[in-house]
């Protein structure tokens, strides 16, 4: 890949990481891996629910299948969303930077899955529950159920958006917004890859779930017999990995090359060959093992639960492999930066970073709290200090009284603060004012603004600030 | 400054927060929290006293709670991971690396309760007869599992607002037994009891019939739950409030309201203690007098109830300022320990994403943008809600701001309103900000944030030469370098409190 412009090499959180890095890279690879078998299901599901409603509009047992199928989503999307809490914590921890910087730069995508989900989720639980209802409009009724199976098939977009953008930090600067990280090179291939993925588990899940024996498959999906369903969701998936070969292929072929390594390619092709395997059972189970089709359900899952950790692990080595070589940097100029405000703490602890240690007490409280709204002749803010010096002329105490517990007196000017400072410093800054104010001191340089003449220096009759607030 | 800055420059990234945050907390505590033991309540009623109506009331406010919970609930407290990368990805990123265990338990914790919560309501109706009692004990432990959930996030919520003895040895768990932590419990349990009662209350209302005698009776049973919490409500709230730490106790009148409504915060309380007193007459009446409860009687609570969950949320989030994470980082997702640093070599100097690194003539508005993108936007929008041109023609009016007097007030403006953290940085860094914030009075631009046009990076800066290495070396990442192993210790001398600012001479020891 060629490299053009400047990289950012941000600095990480600057704490240390609470979980042993292998015992979070195994929590990521797992957690996803459990995370995106229920998604698969969730998705799948509400696609495979509206395809049989819609062939059920000819062939009626296919509606009850259908809502047999819907049912099962309800659970299955619940565990989707609370089995992703795991792997975000586990990514948001270990990749902090990396997946942070992703979500902010396609942020309004981000956010949006929240609620897209959540209006999803209510789609599916309304198609769900007006199967009866809206017996009579069934189109409407699939309609409104692929509004829902539309929805779970846009969201996860959005997700390989950012799981493909942090692992290129140099795509960084590159990126306006969400839809420019459909460009990055794997996006739309992963895409297609985790579509086919969702497709072909979720069939094999109704074989082990729907038709397991002594599921009441009579009341459940009347009109099929159990080796039919069987055979019939089996199709589905040996077609589901005919094609998954195809696309993971073309996955392997688009990744950026920086993050390939020999062993990754080697975990990635050990699951690939297991899927093979899994292959020839699934086409055995279709056209061969009839009537007890079935026999092989263990292996083919076996063989794909093996499929699914290789790549699940074969990800993780590219992950690490793509941004190795940004971490280091990444390290390095963290630890640089830690030394150096540390260094800078201690010199600003012993005193050398105090510029102001010269002044006298009262000036520096009244640079430090007063200044910004009362100048020596004009009103800034509050009154001038000129005014001040005439109300409180050898009264420094009735500044502190007043400083500490302001009333609200004039109604061109906002409220003063309250300040809670100690008496001293207070007495001190009282003392400086009526200085300034009544010209014993020279006034400080600033403000010295242009238009400073053109200000009003004229107010109305001031009432007395240090008294209490007229009624 | 070491991530991209999402940024809302009409609404600010706090109401997308806040919006995300507050629909939840109302969902959990009144629809999960507080509603499971009230539904399993009713239910073992329903079963000790052989009346069908109590089990169908039971299952019908159940079937709401279970379609809000796992839709809306659910969704929203994941958006509350997704809106706080966004909002302030430094401040999440260091609370997980605290509390990843304590986040992991919940975890555990949410995938039981959501587990719970679908078998309770989907075998509802098949677990009936001698299942019965087993079906109330799933109930039982849904009740538990939700409590558990609120009550491990609880804890981060208390060491936000005060780290305690953190700071001194961060370990986890002096961050989990934080001086809020108890008291914010014990007044948040009762406090979503009395909030599912009212809840319930509208409900019951809802789902039986007029003329019905079981009608007065539900009104009845709602509202006596909701009148037992309360006495347990409001003295945890008495205890939380005396816990709330000195400091943030002189921003609480700050915090009831806004800044400009100030002097408001005593009739806002007594807003409070009314509410609070409607609340409890109502559930009075609903178990004296059931059957002449009018119709708006059943509205109120609910309403006053969410209305003060918000309101505490509010305060919450406000009381903690100026920090995000108690004494370690500021609102602005910097570190206090880092600003002696950044007050020497600029803020400019270590950001990531800055188009410009020493300022210069020419570049002095770009690099004003940059400070205002890295100091203010966390808050703050240049024009939009909690914008700076407003904040600042509120104090100087509309005539053209004098640069001296906008920049005296940020370089001070921390000691006269203690719920901003100081601008961090260079003085001529300060002087870019301020060019910035005038420019911004002449000429009022929006300031559009990282999700819409990108990141920059300084020009000069070219890939480092071990990304060649890297590359050669397939592997040269993997198993990962180690990220700091010298852990910094905020604060930890004492004195040189990581609160000390360099623009803050009222600090200095003297």
């Known amino acids: 890949m060629e490299l053009t412009g400047p990289i950012p090499i941000p600095h990480d959180i600057p704490l240390p990481l609470p979980v042993d890095q292998v015992v979070a890279q195994a929590l990521i690879v797992l957690l996803f891996l459990a995370h995106i078998l229920f998604v698969g299901f969730m998705v799948g599901g509400s696609v495979l629910t509206v395809v049989c409603e819609a062939i059920g509009l000819r062939r009626r047992p296919f509606d009850g299948l259908a809502r047999t199928i819907a049912a099962t989503v309800t659970v299955n999307k619940s565990l989707a969303v609370v089995l992703g809490v795991g792997p975000l914590l586990a990514i948001n921890m270990l990749y902090t930077v990396y997946f942070y910087s992703a979500n902010a730069l396609t942020g309004y995508a981000w956010i949006s899955i929240v609620p897209l989900v959540t209006l999803a989720f209510l789609l599916t639980y309304a198609h769900k529950y007006s199967w009866e209802k809206w017996a009579a409009a069934k189109k409407a009724h699939i309609a409104l159920g692929t509004c829902g199976a539309l929805l779970f098939l846009f969201i996860p977009l959005i997700f390989l958006g950012n799981i493909n953008l942090m692992l290129f930090p140099e795509r960084w600067t590159e990126v306006r917004g969400f839809f420019s990280t459909l460009l990055l090179a794997n996006v739309l291939p992963r895409y297609l890859h985790f579509v086919v993925a969702c497709m072909l588990v979720t069939p094999l899940f109704l074989v082990g779930w729907l038709t397991r024996s002594g599921s009441p498959l009579e009341t459940l999906v009347p009109g099929f017999t159990r080796p039919q369903l069987r055979r019939g969701l089996y199709l589905v998936t040996f077609w589901g990995v005919c094609v998954q070969v195809g696309a993971g292929l073309l996955v392997l072929l688009t990744l950026p090359v920086h993050g390939l390594s020999h062993l990754m390619v080697a975990v990635i092709l050990l699951g690939a060959a297991c899927a093979l395997v899994a292959l020839v059972l699934l086409r055995r189970e279709v056209w061969v093992t009839a009537p007890d089709v079935g026999r092989y359900f263990v292996p083919i899952v076996a063989l794909l639960t093996v499929t699914a950790l290789c790549m699940g692990y074969g990800r993780h080595l590219y992950r690490e492999g793509a941004i190795g070589w940004h971490r280091q940097q990444m390290a390095a100029k963290t630890e640089e930066f830690a030394w150096a405000s540390a260094a800078a703490q201690w010199r600003f602890a012993t005193g050398a970073g105090a510029e102001d240690e010269n002044l006298p007490p009262g000036e520096r409280v009244f640079k430090a709290a007063c200044a910004s709204c009362h100048a020596v002749e004009r009103v800034l803010v509050g009154p001038s200090l000129t005014e001040i010096a005439g109300l409180y002329k050898d009264n420094p105490g009735g500044i502190v009284t007043w400083a500490k517990n302001p009333g609200k007196k004039r109604p061109e000017m906002p409220k003063m603060p309250a300040f809670r400072l100690p008496d001293e410093k207070l007495l001190a800054a009282a003392e400086h004012m009526l200085a300034l104010g009544s010209g014993q001191e020279a006034p400080p340089p600033a403000p010295s603004a242009p238009d400073a003449d053109a200000a009003p220096a004229t107010q109305p009759p001031p009432d007395d600030p240090a008294q209490p607030a007229e009624p | ?510």
């Open chain 2, 1 to 510: 400054m070491d991530f991209p800055l999402f940024h809302l420059d009409l609404v600010g990234n706090r109401i997308m927060f806040a919006v995300i945050a507050i629909l939840h907390v109302l969902i959990n505590h009144a629809l999960a929290v507080g509603a499971i033991p009230l539904i399993t309540l009713m239910e073992w009623w329903g079963q000790r006293t052989g009346r069908s109506e109590w089990d169908r009331l039971a299952y019908r406010i159940l079937a709401v709670c279970f379609i809000v919970t796992t839709s809306v609930g659910a969704l929203t407290g994941v958006g509350i991971w997704f809106s706080a990368s966004l909002a302030n990805p430094s401040a999440i990123g260091s609370l997980i690396r605290v509390f990843f265990w304590a986040w992991f338990f919940e975890w555990l914790v949410f995938v039981t309760e959501v587990s719970l919560i679908m078998a309770y309501f989907l075998t509802w109706k098949s677990w009936t007869g001698a299942r019965k009692p087993a079906h109330i004990g799933l109930g039982v432990a849904l009740s538990i599992m939700s409590w558990l959930t609120m009550a491990v996030i609880v804890a981060i919520l208390g060491f936000m607002m005060d780290t305690g003895t953190w700071p001194e040895a961060p370990t986890f768990w002096r961050g989990v037994l934080n001086p809020i932590y108890i008291p914010q419990l014990v007044f948040r349990t009762p406090g979503a009891m009395v909030a599912a009662g009212a809840f319930a209350l509208l409900l019951a209302f809802f789902f039986t019939r007029k003329g019905d005698g079981f009608r007065a009776q539900a009104v009845r049973f709602t509202s006596a739950w909701t009148l037992g919490w309360v006495p347990l409500c409001a003295a945890g709230a008495w205890w939380y409030w005396r816990v709330v730490p000195e400091a943030m106790g002189a921003n609480v009148a700050v915090a009831l309201t806004t800044q400009a409504f100030e002097s408001w915060h005593r009739t806002v309380g007594y807003l409070i203690l009314a509410s609070a007193g409607v609340l409890v007459l109502v559930s009075l009446w609903g178990v004296t007098a059931p059957r002449r409860l009018p119709r708006l009687a059943l509205v109120l609570p609910v309403l006053l109830a969410f209305a003060l969950l918000t309101y505490f949320e509010r305060v919450r989030e406000f009381v903690r300022k100026p920090y995000v994470i108690g004494r370690y980082m500021y609102a602005n997702g910097i570190r206090p320990a880092d600003y002696p640093l950044l007050a020497t070599d600029g803020v400019l100097a270590h950001a990531t994403y800055t188009p410009v690194r020493t300022i210069t003539d020419a570049n002095r508005l770009a690099a004003g943008r940059a400070m205002f993108n890295i100091a203010c936007t966390r808050c703050h929008t240049t024009t939009g809600v909690n914008g700076v041109v407003k904040k600042l023609t509120d104090l100087y009016g509309t005539d053209p701001w004098e640069r001296e007097v906008v920049e005296g007030y940020l370089r001070t403006m921390h000691n006269t309103r203690p719920f901003m953290p100081p601008v961090p940085g260079t003085e001529a860094e300060l002087a870019a900000l301020t060019d910035y914030l005038l420019e911004l009075q002449r000429n009022p631009q929006r300031l559009p944030g990282a999700q819409s046009v990108g990141v920059e990076v300084p020009d000069q800066e070219t890939p480092a030469a071990s990304r060649a290495d890297a590359s050669g070396d397939l592997h040269a990442g993997r198993g990962g370098p180690t990220l700091l192993a010298r852990p910094v210790t905020p604060g930890s001398d004492g004195e040189t409190s990581p609160q000390v600012g360099t623009h803050d001479p009222l600090a200095s020891p003297h």
